[in-house]
């Protein structure tokens, strides 16, 4: 009897936490369009994420395509530990996809990644050659 007394307040304080990220529950879209390609509600693909890491804050949310699947990709943080939780869910079935754990530096290496190809997608037609990567060798002047 004891044990469901101290339990109920524990539940009620997850839900009312977890109420309060879905009602401020912001989802960034990798690419124009993904949000209404999604068959999944963003807060019950957050109840999924949420409950596989239990204790810790939203951070950021994300709809994204990865390996041909259409992802939402929560982040999240922990008192006192350095990174992220990182966990995606099936936007199209609502099924957990993939937990994992990031460190700083693997945050700031994905960060530079983003940031690359969001610069490659702003180049224009007259630039391909910046924007593929490719770059032309330099000629050496004639020896005579």
């Known amino acids: ?15 009312s936490t977890l109420s309060a990220q879905s009602a401020a529950l912001k989802v960034k879209e990798e690419t124009s369009g993904l949000l209404k390609q999604a068959k999944i509600a963003p807060a019950a693909a957050l109840a999924t994420a949420s409950a596989k890491v239990p204790g810790t804050t939203l951070k950021g949310a994300e ?10 990709v929560f982040s999240f943080t922990k008192p ?29 290496r994905e960060a530079a990644e983003d940031a690359a190809k969001a610069k490659g997608k702003n180049m ?10 490719t770059a032309t060798k330099p000629t050496k002047p004639p020896v005579h």
């Open 1 to 15: 009897m004891m044990l469901r007394v101290l339990l109920v307040p524990t539940l009620l304080a997850a839900t």
């Open 63 to 72: 709809i994204e395509k990865e390996d041909g699947k259409l992802l939402y």
């Open 80 to 108: 006192g530990a350095k990174g992220e939780d990182e966990v995606s869910v099936d936007a199209l079935t609502g099924a957990l996809h993939k937990v994992e754990h990031e460190s700083a530096e693997d945050e700031a």
């Open 124 to 133: 224009g037609a007259g630039t391909k050659g910046a924007a593929t990567g």
